[in-house]
């Protein structure tokens, strides 16, 4: 009976062990979260999201008790493992196929080591992968040893002590099962680095918090985000990048009201829950708190580093009565704020233009370019000293197979708080170089100009790369022209510059856009690389009404031709505009006037149309006789090509 009994205690021990394995692993995945475990098994992780991912795996395995983490896709394949010997290896294991069925399951691998599958699941339940967790056997050996001891010295002492001591023991074995329990839940409700709630947790409050809402009462969100935080891990490592999360984290606990819950949802993304509140100006009262304590410098890689955030604001009932609604409205609020470099802002109908609708299309980006869905249209420049088309702006559309044709503010302002501007940005590059050399292979020369968002310009791989494009495709460097904004150099001016100098040594010619509506005009032309400056677009349509706007396109074509430098001018619509900036000595127009962007193949027909109001042969960047010594003449009106 003795032999029979010690046998089934160490069968259950065993499998005891086993099972908070499993549960172990389940735990596992609530961490790393299930949305990056999606997307991993789906493939979309970038390659910042995939090392980050490997970087969780380190961590799980770092006290010893994990001797391996891989991701593993629906048909067995691994897509990310902390041993990069595995990625691409495809595991067979009736343990995977039990996970990948929805079952979590655990077992001995081979003499030393156990195996933990948890299923990942999509949003609707369905397993599409598994988590697979490599723990040493020795874990589980030491548990049913420590477990299973004691009954061998109380079995010899007879049947009435080994009764008392499974009683003993099958207590301590219970309240140690309820205390790591209690002790994983905890740390599956918890972010790991600063401690606070994670996202789990304070979606279940913030639920709360508005089911127990009075009726005469507010439920404030607050989301945070870190304005260019990126360019602290990518400068200073993502070590150093945890260390300014941890401490903004220690001063958000610190102003919170007793009652309010800060949270970090991910990466440099935190959220505020203000249960109770009476208005929105009590919610904008704690956004400043927040500017106010981030005003300090952090310090961080033995610099002082100024952090500044972005925050939405939603409010219950007023903008949501859902958490899911509640939490959008504040992720369009935050963008809206971001965009606009407010600090805050409070949700509004009318900030939609970044409305999760939007943000959907990002995801769709990469099969838009794998599907040649993303077209550029072409805007004519012509001379004013003698009518002459010598380039054109490329600017994007969208051909989305169900929404049909997008113009650029669909999706491009989105697209850059994201990691797609980047390949969307070079997939553009390279389609208006090839464009740019067909034409040329036809007689056909035109400097093409291409805009640069924010966060490319401060790219400092971008020179090379786009070297690497020149001599790809074969054309020469003075062939493209690139737009940034002041507002975009005003980000991370030194880093700017050394990428605008990198362009403009290898015969880029840079233009700054939307010129006199930033804030360091002077300074960028005095500084910057700069061959073109661009009046936007709103000086010029409004000169004819107000003199104000005259004087300072006036101002700034005489400033820029002092300084060596061409003077476009955006918005020109109209044979007025054009002959009174003709008289101001502005060199190259752009605008309806001449004609709304057009696709290639329209573009040629149009360009073809114009050219034969001159001449009879093409002479696109040569003046035309009969337009010598007529400075300012506007060019003749032609059928619109649309």
């Not at 690497?468 to 690139?482: H, K, T």
């Amino acid at each position: 009976m003795a032999l029979l009994l010690v046998r089934s205690l160490d069968g259950s021990a065993r499998s005891g062990a086993l099972d908070r394995a499993k549960h172990e692993g389940v735990v596992a995945g609530r961490l790393l979260g299930v949305d990056s475990l999606r997307a991993g098994v789906a493939g979309t992780l970038s390659a910042s999201e995939r090392q980050d991912m490997v970087r969780d795996f380190k961590i799980m395995a770092s006290d010893g008790e994990v001797s391996g983490v891989s991701l593993v896709n629906g048909h067995g394949r691994v897509v990310v493992a902390l041993d990069r010997g595995l990625v691409g290896r495809r595991l067979r294991s009736p343990l995977l196929t039990a996970a990948l069925k929805g079952k979590s399951t655990a077992g001995e691998f081979d003499e030393g080591t156990v195996d933990i599958y948890s299923p990942v699941r999509a949003v609707g339940g369905q397993p599409v992968g598994a988590l697979r967790v490599r723990m040493p056997s020795g874990a589980i050996d030491a548990s049913v040893t420590g477990q299973t001891s004691p009954l061998y010295l109380i079995l010899g002492l007879g049947l009435g002590t080994l009764c008392l001591g499974l009683g003993l023991v099958l207590r301590e074995a219970k309240a140690r099962m309820v205390q790591e329990t209690t002790r994983k839940e905890r740390q599956a409700l918890s972010d790991a680095l600063t401690g606070l709630p994670n996202r789990t947790l304070f979606n279940d409050l913030l639920e709360k918090a508005l089911a127990d809402c009075p009726r005469n009462k507010r439920v404030g969100v607050l989301l945070m985000d870190l304005d260019r935080f990126k360019e602290i891990n990518d400068s200073l490592g993502h070590f150093n990048g945890d260390r300014v999360i941890e401490r903004v984290g220690e001063r958000l606990k610190i102003i919170v009201r007793e009652g309010d819950t800060v949270a970090r949802l991910g990466g440099d993304e935190f959220a505020m829950l203000l249960p109770n509140i009476s208005d929105a100006e009590a919610a904008t009262v704690a956004a400043k708190r927040v500017h106010k304590t981030l005003e300090e410098p952090f310090t961080a890689g033995g610099l002082a580093l100024r952090v500044e955030s972005s925050i939405g604001i939603a409010l219950y009932p007023d903008h949501g009565d859902k958490a899911g609604k509640l939490m959008r409205a504040a992720d369009v609020a935050m963008y809206a704020s971001k965009k606009g470099h407010t600090g805050h802002a409070i949700y509004s109908p009318d900030q939609q233009h970044y409305s999760p609708a939007r943000l959907g299309l990002v995801a769709q980006l990469d099969r838009a370019m794998a599907q040649s869905e993303l077209v550029l249209h072409y805007q004519p420049k012509a001379r004013f000293d003698n009518g002459a088309v010598d380039g054109a702006e490329a600017l994007v559309r969208w051909q989305h197979p169900e929404r049909g044709l997008l113009p650029p503010d669909e999706f491009i302002p989105v697209t850059e708080h994201t990691s797609m501007i980047r390949p969307v940005t070079i997939y553009l590059l390279e389609q208006a170089l090839e464009q740019g050399m067909l034409w040329r292979r036809n007689g056909i020369n035109l400097r093409l100009a291409v805009n640069l968002s924010p966060q490319i310009l401060l790219d400092l791989e971008l020179p090379r790369e786009i070297e690497q494009m020149l001599n790809r495709v074969g054309a020469p460097a003075d062939s493209l022209e690139l737009e940034v904004t002041e507002s975009a150099i005003i980000y991370d001016p030194r880093r700017a510059q050394i990428v605008l100098d990198g362009l403009s040594r290898m015969g880029l010619r840079i233009a700054i856009d939307d010129f006199g509506t930033g804030y360091s005009s002077l300074v960028s032309l005095k500084n910057l690389p700069v061959s073109t400056i661009k009046i936007d677009k709103s000086f010029v349509m409004a000169m004819n009404e107000d003199n104000n706007d005259a004087a300072i396109v006036k101002s700034t074509i005489q400033l820029g031709h002092n300084l060596g430098l061409e003077v476009v001018a955006e918005g020109v619509e109209t044979p007025t505009a054009w002959a009174r900036l003709a008289e101001m000595g502005c060199d190259v127009a752009q605008g309806f006037y001449l004609s709304r962007p057009l696709e290639g193949a329209r573009f040629m027909s149009w360009l073809g149309a114009y050219e034969e109001m001159f001449s009879s042969g093409p002479r696109l960047s040569l003046p035309d006789p009969q337009l010598a010594g007529k400075p300012g003449r506007p060019p003749l009106r032609i059928a619109r090509v649309e």
